[in-house]
């Protein structure tokens, strides 16, 4: 009886070792620009019109703004992943106004190391709209670059998020293991009555 009741102990906290193990996935450093500034991220070169500001954002109380003209702006962050896993980056992008002339430009680029993800020239003026992109880590340690060029006006960034995939076999959640836990000793204690 006692030996079951170590049996079943012991399959429990294998269980709990195991959901412990499981890792949380990358974070993004400010990427809602919560902190008022461009902290965490590191900007490519100085910029006059690289910030963040209150009164444009999505959501919380902050975004930020980059209306760099005649070239771009980079804004990199070096984010933990793991090699040959698979992340969802996203991120909430507004063009606060189009090219006015043929000689103006508006720019925007997202890649991964030396890969583009995604980019695009000249588009008109448009709310804030969701952009996310799919990705496999080649690395433990991902390098994604945003690009910003906007001779007119600004380009307003703001919620930028990145999350695992999930594949394969999923991963109990801690309180699946308690549960899990509790049945065990359930279990244990009703063969002992």
Not at 14 to 37: C, K, Q, R, Y
Not at 131 to 143: I, Q, V
Request: overall charge negative; charged content about 15%.
């Amino acid at each position: 009886m006692y030996a079951h009741f170590r049996r079943s102990a012991s399959l429990f906290l294998a269980a709990l070792a195991f959901a412990a193990s499981a890792h949380a996935g990358p974070v993004i450093a400010n990427g809602g620009f919560e902190t008022g500034d461009l902290g965490g991220w590191s900007l490519g070169a100085s910029s006059a019109f690289a910030a963040a500001e209150t009164g444009v954002q999505r959501s919380g109380d902050y975004a930020a703004v980059f209306g760099e003209v005649g070239a771009s702006v980079l804004l990199p962050q070096s984010v933990a992943t793991e090699a040959g896993r698979s992340y969802r980056l996203s991120f909430w992008l507004e063009n606060a106004g189009g090219s006015s002339s043929a000689d103006s430009v508006n720019l925007f680029q997202v890649m991964l190391g030396a890969n583009t993800l995604y980019a695009f020239s000249d588009k008109s003026a448009a709310g804030y709209q969701q952009h996310a992109f799919t990705f496999t880590a080649d690395a433990a340690l991902s390098e994604l670059v945003f690009s910003f060029q906007h001779d007119d006006t600004f380009w307003l960034f703001d919620d930028v998020s990145i999350s695992e995939v999930a594949t394969g076999t999923p991963v109990p959640e801690p309180s699946s293991v308690l549960l899990f836990g509790a049945a065990l000793a359930a279990s244990a204690l009703r063969r002992r009555a």
